[in-house]
């Protein structure tokens, strides 16, 4: 069953449109991660949310924003994507309390094609 | 700085050949993470090991062992007897201990080629 879930698999936007990606996850974990990963390279992180605190990476564009409106949600909003912004996009999450912190949980990501 | 280097771009071995993956990495940490994961075609990163820093003992698991050294910064990842099934990109990861994410530094990759 899948635990963390990416949709659309493939979202094609035009060039400056508004584009939404989601995730779900049913693991209950309390850190969500969304990373850019760009042909033939390494995924990047962007930013994650622990709980409901949002960690922004210091070089992450500000074309991109994110949004958590409960544990099991996560959204990345691209405000007006570029060329650039074509990518292979991935939430990831992970449970951390005291004594415990998980490695981190992919989903299958979203393919984002920009026209 | 963090960093996570993985000189092989692309490795190409016939089934049942054994393989090595090498992963070295910077950083300045005394306490950090390493880990490796498997991105297959269809694009979701699967885990397969993580280790601490405090932790040198190689690990085996079925087909699979990691080596890793601390005085080389270096984990590498052997697959035993490789099967076509193994044919994926396989990425290196490091990140920091003791905080309440994984945030990690990836390398580049090693793509896995297992021939029939």
């Known amino acids: 069953d899948a635990m963390v879930i990416q949709n659309p698999r493939y979202q094609v936007t035009q060039f400056g449109k508004p584009v939404t990606l989601s995730c779900s996850q049913t693991l209950n974990h309390n850190v969500m991660y969304w990373y850019q990963q760009k042909s033939s390279q390494a995924p990047k992180l962007l930013f994650h949310?622990?709980?409901?605190?949002?960690?922004n990476e210091a070089d992450t564009p500000d074309n991109f924003q994110s949004r958590r409106p409960n544990t099991s949600f996560c959204f990345l909003d691209i405000r007006s994507p570029g060329l650039g912004d074509a990518a292979m996009y991935l939430c990831a999450t992970s449970l951390f309390k005291q004594g415990l912190d998980t490695e981190a949980f992919f989903g299958q990501g979203t393919r984002l094609t920009v026209v | 700085a963090q960093k996570v280097t993985q000189a092989q771009t692309e490795i190409s071995v016939v089934e049942k050949e054994d393989v090595t993956l090498d992963c070295v990495y910077e950083?300045?940490?005394?306490?950090?993470?390493l880990f490796w994961y498997k991105q297959p075609p269809s694009g979701e990163l699967v885990f397969l090991i993580r280790r601490n820093s405090f932790d040198e003992q190689n690990e085996i698991s079925g087909r699979y062992s990691w080596n890793f050294q601390k005085s080389t910064s270096s984990f590498n990842f052997t697959i035993t007897a490789s099967q076509v099934v193994d044919s994926a990109v396989y990425f290196c990861a490091l990140s920091e201990y003791g905080g309440a994410t994984n945030k990690l530094i990836f390398g580049t990759g090693t793509l896995l080629a297992v021939q029939p």
């Open positions: 949310y622990y709980d409901k605190d949002f960690n």
């Open positions: 950083t300045r940490d005394t306490t950090y993470y």
